[in-house]
């Protein structure tokens, strides 16, 4: 591809993953960013949010379509950062990690490095998205005492219209 290409895809996906409104269009970006880099595709699944333990971002049960998102997690930096840009970037992080366990990835070994070479190719190396992949997802969470954070326990909740977002970015 032509570095001018290049970088007028990069120009788009930080576009888009600013401005992106909800889980549904970040997973659209999910998407189209390893349909990008690795030409890989996964259609039909559904995200469940949940409060789960603040060590963990999110999970994937192998056979299933399901993606759990850790709610209180994403609470606490919607609580610590204003910054819908960072918001979005540590959520892209969490699903993009998830959806390459789906595409057939069982090992942390082979999902780690493909999220940081999925985030560069897709923001650039000085993106905040790329960084969050480097140092992980929790560099952005140092100074919160996580440990000892009470995590309220609320019922597990299906994100409704989570694919549905994909026809808005086809028209
Ligand atoms: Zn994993």
Same mark, same amino acid.
């Given at each position: 591809m032509a570095s001018d290409e290049k970088f007028l895809r990069m120009k788009k996906y930080r576009s888009r993953l600013e401005n992106a409104e909800g889980y549904g269009e970040v997973w659209e970006i999910v998407k189209a960013t390893v349909k990008s880099s690795l030409n890989e595709r996964r259609v039909g699944m559904m995200l469940f949010l949940d409060d789960l333990? !603040?060590? !963990?971002g999110a999970y994937h049960s192998l056979g299933t379509n399901n993606i759990v998102l850790n709610r209180a997690l994403v609470n606490i930096v919607e609580a610590a950062s204003k910054s819908k840009r960072l918001i979005n970037s540590f959520v892209y992080v969490l699903l993009l990690h998830e959806y390459l366990h789906a595409l057939g990835r069982p090992r942390e070994a082979q999902v780690r490095p493909l999220v940081y070479k999925i985030s560069r190719e897709s923001f650039?190396?000085?993106?905040i998205t790329t960084q969050l992949a480097e140092l992980g997802p929790w560099s952005i969470l140092k100074g919160i005492p996580l440990d000892t954070m009470d995590v309220p326990k609320r019922v597990i909740e299906i994100v409704k219209d989570f694919e549905k977002a994909d026809k808005k970015y086809i028209i």
């Open positions: 333990p !603040l060590r !963990l650039g190396s000085n993106h």
